[in-house]
C-alpha cells in the first residue's frame, strides 16, 4: 500500500517521521471538508432562526446607560468610534424618540450639567455637617535645647545646660448649640439645589429641542432632495420634447432655450440640497454620536392637526409660569438671595458650642522639665461679635442688592417666557391652518399641472405654461413639507418652555413618523 512521509523537525535537532496511508489522507479531507460545508450552511440558519427584538411604540424603553454619583457612563468608544468614522451605520431608520435616547446618553452639554447638579446636590450635606459634633485629635513631639543662668549663694552666675523631649496629645469634641448662620445655610444650600435641578432640568428640554430641530432639518433637507431629483427627471422629459418639436419644425427655440435655463437651475438647486442634507446629517450625527443612515419617513397622514391643550395662550402662559425650568431656576435663586440677607444678619448673633477636651503632656514646662499632667474639661463655650468694623453691616447690604437683582431677573425672565408662549403658541395654531392651506394648494397645482399637460396636447397651450405649472406644483410641495416640519417643530419648542418634554411627548410627536 502507497504511503505518504511526513517529517517534522524539532528545535532540538530530533525529527520524526510519520507515514500515512493514501486511504486515510483521502477519508480525513473529506471529513474536515464535510464538516466545514456542515457549518457554512448550518450557521447562517441557526442565526435566523433565532428571534431579533425589534423596538416598538409599544415596547419598553431600552436600557439606558448607567449612572454614576449623577452622571450618566460614557459608552464604549464614544471619542474613538466618532472621530474615526469605524462605528457600523444603522441598519433601521433612526426614529425622533431614538435620536432623543441617543443624545441623551452622549450629549457633551447635558453630561456637564449633570456634573453641575452632582456637584449642587453636596451643598446641603455640607450645609449639615456644620451642625453636627467636629471630633479632632492632634499630638506633638518636641526636641528641647534649654541654657539656664541663674546666681549662686555668692551671687555668681552659673548656667547649665539641660536636653529633654516635650510631648502633647489632645482630644477635643465640639458640639454646636446655636449658630444661626449655620441654620440659614441649611435653608439656603435647599434653595440653591433646586436651582441646579432646574438647570438639569432646563438643559434637558434644550436637548429635546436641539435633537428636534436638527432632525425634522435633515428630513426636510431630504424631502427637498427628493422633490429637485424629481423635478429633474421632469425637466430632463421637457427638454428631450422641446429639442424633438424643433427637430420636426412644430417647435420653437425659445421653449427650449426655457427648458434648458430650468435644467440647469435644478442642477445648482440639488447640489445645494446634497450639501444641505450633509451638513444636516453631521449636526444630527454630533448629538447622537453615532453614523446617521436612514431616517424614518413622514405620514401625511397620522400628522396631527389638533389644537394645543388647552386652547388659550394664556393658559400656556400659566402653566410655563408654575412650571418651566427656568423660572423655577429664578425663584431658587431669589429664595436662595433672601436666606442671605439672613445668614450676613445672623453674624451679630452670638455662637454658642458644648466643648469636652482631654490632655495629656509631659516635659513641657522649662522651669519643670521632669513633669506632666493630665487634664479632661467639659464646659459651654459662648462668642459674642461686638465690632468688627462695620463689615457686617457691609454684607447685609450687599445682599439685599443681590435680592433686589434677582428679583428683577425673575421678572423678566416671567415676560420673557411670556413672549416667547405666544410665539410658539401662535406658531402651532397658524401652522395648522398653514399646512391645511398647503394641502389644498399642493393639490389645485397637481390639478394644473395635469390640466396644462392636456392643454399641449389638444394645442391650446405651449410647452412653458407646463414647465410654469410643474414649477408652481413643485413649489407647493416644498412649502407643504417646509410647514409639517415647522409644525411638529413648533410643538416641541411650545412642550419645553413649560418643562413637558420628555419620551412620552416625544413619541407622540413620533407617531406621524414610520
Not at 149 to 164: E, F, K, M, P
Request: proline fraction near 4%.
Amino acid at each position: 500500500m502507497n504511503r505518504v512521509e511526513f517529517r517534522v523537525t524539532r528545535p532540538n535537532g530530533f525529527t520524526h517521521a510519520f507515514k500515512l496511508s493514501h486511504t486515510l489522507i483521502c477519508t480525513l479531507t473529506c471529513t474536515l471538508t464535510c464538516a466545514l460545508i456542515c457549518a457554512l450552511v448550518c450557521l447562517p440558519a441557526l442565526s435566523l432562526a433565532q428571534p431579533t427584538a425589534q423596538p416598538t411604540a409599544q415596547s419598553s424603553p431600552p436600557v439606558r446607560a448607567p449612572i454614576y454619583d449623577g452622571i450618566p457612563a460614557a459608552q464604549t468608544g464614544r471619542v474613538l468610534g466618532f472621530a474615526t468614522g469605524t462605528l457600523a451605520a444603522p441598519v433601521r431608520p433612526l426614529g425622533l424618540l431614538e435620536a432623543w435616547r441617543l443624545a441623551v446618553d452622549n450629549d457633551p452639554t447635558l453630561r456637564a450639567a449633570w456634573a453641575a447638579a452632582a456637584a449642587g446636590r453636596e451643598r446641603l450635606p455640607q450645609a449639615n455637617a456644620q451642625l453636627l459634633p467636629n471630633f479632632s485629635a492632634s499630638a506633638s513631639r518636641f526636641n528641647n535645647d534649654v541654657n539656664r543662668n541663674a546666681l549662686d549663694n555668692l551671687s555668681q552666675s552659673v548656667s547649665t545646660r539641660s536636653r529633654y523631649v516635650s510631648r502633647n496629645e489632645t482630644l477635643l469634641l465640639r458640639q454646636p448649640l446655636f449658630r444661626q448662620q449655620q441654620w440659614v445655610g441649611v435653608r439656603q444650600a435647599g434653595y440653591q439645589i433646586e436651582d441646579t435641578e432646574a438647570v438639569l432640568e432646563r438643559e434637558v428640554q434644550n436637548l429635546a429641542v436641539r435633537v428636534a430641530g436638527a432632525y425634522f432639518d435633515l428630513m426636510q433637507a431630504r424631502d427637498q432632495s427628493q422633490l429637485l431629483a424629481s423635478q429633474s427627471e421632469f425637466l430632463q422629459s421637457r427638454l428631450t420634447a422641446a429639442a424633438r418639436s424643433i427637430t420636426g419644425g412644430t417647435g420653437t427655440r425659445t421653449d427650449l432655450d426655457d427648458a434648458q435655463a430650468r435644467f440647469d437651475l435644478n442642477k445648482a438647486q440639488r447640489l445645494e440640497a446634497a450639501q444641505a442634507i450633509e451638513a444636516r446629517r453631521r449636526q444630527l450625527q454630533a448629538l447622537v454620536n453615532r453614523p446617521i443612515g436612514e431616517l424614518a419617513a413622514l405620514n401625511p397622514k397620522r400628522l396631527s392637526l389638533d389644537l394645543p391643550n388647552p386652547s388659550s395662550a394664556e393658559s400656556w402662559v400659566l402653566l410655563a409660569i408654575e412650571n418651566s425650568p427656568e423660572v423655577r431656576s429664578a425663584r431658587a435663586r431669589l429664595d436662595a438671595a433672601t436666606e442671605e440677607i439672613n445668614r450676613a444678619k445672623a453674624a451679630h448673633y452670638p455662637t454658642v458650642d458644648a466643648v469636652a477636651q482631654w490632655q495629656r503632656s509631659s516635659n513641657e514646662v522649662v522651669t519643670q522639665p521632669q513633669t506632666g499632667y493630665t487634664n479632661a474639661s467639659i464646659g459651654v463655650q459662648m462668642n459674642l461679635p461686638l465690632y468688627g468694623g462695620g463689615y457686617i453691616e457691609s454684607t447685609v447690604r450687599e445682599a439685599r442688592a443681590q435680592q433686589i437683582r434677582f428679583n428683577e431677573v425673575l421678572e423678566a425672565t416671567q415676560l420673557d417666557l411670556g413672549v416667547r408662549v405666544h410665539t410658539e403658541f401662535n406658531a402651532v395654531t397658524e401652522g395648522i391652518a398653514r399646512v391645511q392651506a398647503l394641502e389644498v394648494a399642493a393639490r389645485s397645482a397637481e390639478v394644473a399641472l395635469d390640466s396644462a399637460r392636456k392643454s399641449v396636447l389638444a394645442g391650446i397651450r405651449s410647452s412653458l405654461d407646463v414647465l410654469n405649472a410643474q414649477q408652481l406644483s413643485v413649489q407647493a410641495l416644498r412649502d407643504l413639507a417646509q410647514a409639517r416640519y415647522g409644525l411638529m417643530l413648533s410643538r416641541v419648542r411650545l412642550l419645553s418652555l413649560i418643562g413637558r418634554v420628555d419620551e412620552s411627548a416625544l413619541a407622540q410627536i413620533s407617531e406621524s413618523l414610520q
